[in-house]
């Protein structure tokens, strides 16, 4: 019984799955504003030298927030891309546990 009762506290306590939606960047370019840093013709080419060279970590930027991701591998197939990611938010530290990330296609 009492097993059950903190089995359902700890799922009632978990985080909610959310989804996200913005361009994967870096941390030195939060605000996907890579003109000034030239690193790249692109901002996917200038975000891949950021990480590369700087040591920059990838991001997820909302075009007014920018997230810190858990998974670093992942988002590096999607920099400078519009993704959907799925994962759950730490407010305080502003970081997605990120579970998938879904690039956004054009019409």
Not at 42 to 61: F, P
Not at 94 to 103: G, L, Y
Request: glycine share 8%; proline share 3%.
């Amino acid at each position: 019984m009492i097993w059950s009762l903190l089995a359902v506290a700890v799922l009632a306590a978990a985080p909610a799955t959310q989804t996200f939606t913005g361009t994967i960047t870096d941390n030195m370019c939060g605000n996907a504003g890579h003109s000034s840093m030239r690193m790249g013709p692109t901002d996917a080419e200038c975000t891949i030298a950021c990480i590369d060279a700087h040591g920059a970590l990838y991001v997820l930027y909302d075009g007014k927030n920018v997230f810190m991701l858990s998974d670093q591998q992942q988002p590096a197939r999607f920099a400078g891309r519009r993704v959907r990611i799925a994962g759950t938010l730490d407010a305080k530290t502003k970081t997605i546990a990120v579970q998938s990330i879904n690039a956004i296609t054009s019409r």
